[in-house]
């Protein structure tokens, strides 16, 4: 079997936790498999290395920014290929331009467009264990590129995508994903099994095992993907097709996302092609833009509200500065959550939504905005109620049983 394994920077903290790394690495290899490994900073590093970036700017050129970060999953690619040689295995590392990864232009948060993958093939003919720094590639101009948060598990799921591999393991701090988050409610259950569609949804409202740029792409190429810790034998969650799950609860799991804010936009021209301005500056700029509510309009004036992650609102301030004069005015408010109901089973069941509202009126939790999906509701709270939530909801649902 060809396995590509992905380990995230907890798993490579330090020396002893890389060493551990790669006994785990050792062990498949000695089934007789071959294998890529994917690796992240060392847990902090990469946040570290972007205060460093920014002692000098708030908003430092992004070009550098990745010169810098890049640095960080190198670092680790080269200590664990020395880990493997010291133990008489042989192992190469590969920066992301080495492995043949190549994205667009876009600084700090580039896509991958194709991954050349002949050097690792050659490598893995030659019975190396590839081990490839994740989060980065080049563009076409063979400037160096960082993929954005999580990038290094869409470097692994890219990779075993594009090699047909037969398994994609990421291997995190925890041993799956749970129907919450543990932290937050410890009645909370790993799920063994979880379609691609639900996870995509946990991922996009902020459950942290997996992103869903990573799990698109295991959808779009069909990879058996798993998720489980490195620093146990437990076994994981399989992420796969609907099909291959046979029992379908209604509710899967409730996630929860804090990196939130609201921009508010008061009394905007009631006009065609409005709301086309607005968000085009946004998009101009890869600010991504998720719930959307726009009021109904009155004497030639509306009202527009959506929320951004967080760490977008100083670059998203910037941009709207343009219409700053022709509104009455734009607020953020960063003092909010966004809860969200995943399930498959939702498809086939009436009433889901409004147990949740039943539930979170219960507990005097205000609702500022909805959004739904055919699997997915999600709403806008006030943050101090985001924990109480979760678990209102979990209990709700039965998901604790």
């Known amino acids: 079997m060809l396995i590509v394994q992905k380990y995230g920077g907890t798993s490579m903290g330090d020396c002893e936790r890389i060493e551990n790394v790669a006994n785990r690495v050792l062990q498949t290899k000695k089934a007789g498999h071959s294998l890529v490994v994917v690796v992240s900073a060392m847990n902090g590093q990469t946040d570290m290395l972007i205060n460093y970036t920014k002692f000098f700017s708030k908003l430092p050129n992004e070009r550098e920014v990745d010169m810098v970060l890049s640095s960080g999953e190198r670092i680790t690619s080269a200590l664990l290929a020395i880990a493997l040689e010291a133990k008489g295995q042989k192992a190469i590392s590969l920066s992301g331009r080495g492995a043949g990864i190549i994205t667009d232009s876009i600084h700090t948060k580039a896509r991958i467009e194709y991954i050349d993958t002949r050097k690792i093939i050659e490598l893995l003919e030659e019975d190396y264990i590839v081990v490839v720094a994740g989060f980065q590639g080049i563009d076409n101009k063979g400037e160096v590129t960082t993929l954005g948060r999580g990038g290094s598990d869409l470097s692994a ?235 209102t909801l979990h209990s709700v649902y039965e998901l604790d049983k």
């Open 157 to 391: 799921v890219a990779i075993a995508g594009t090699l047909k591999a037969d398994l994609c393991e990421i291997y995190t701090d925890v041993d799956g994903v749970y129907t919450t988050d543990p932290r937050i409610d410890k009645n909370a259950k790993k799920i063994h099994k979880i379609s691609y569609d639900e996870m995509l949804e946990l991922a996009s409202m902020g459950a942290k095992v997996l992103l869903n740029r990573s799990v698109e792409l295991a959808k779009k190429w069909d990879v058996a993907l798993i998720t489980r810790s490195s620093f146990t034998q437990v076994e994981g969650t399989l992420i796969t097709k609907e099909e291959n799950i046979m029992e379908k609860p209604i509710v899967s799991g409730i996630a929860l996302d804090k990196n939130q804010a609201r921009v508010s936009i008061a009394d905007v021209d009631d006009r065609p092609g409005i709301a086309a301005e607005i968000f085009g500056v946004l998009a101009d700029k890869n600010i991504n833009v998720d719930m959307i509510v726009q009021t109904i309009g009155r004497d030639g004036m509306t009202d527009i509200d959506f929320t951004i992650p967080q760490t977008e609102v100083d670059i998203s301030k910037k941009v709207l500065e343009k219409f700053q004069n022709s509104v009455d005015s734009i607020d953020y408010d960063c003092n909010i959550a966004k809860v969200s109901i995943v399930g498959v089973g939702m498809k086939s069941h009436s009433g889901v939504a409004s147990t949740a509202f039943k539930a979170l009126a219960k507990e005097n939790i205000n609702i500022m905005m909805i959004s739904t999906s055919e699997i997915k509701i999600s709403m806008i709270i006030n943050l101090k109620y985001a924990e109480l939530a979760v678990r």
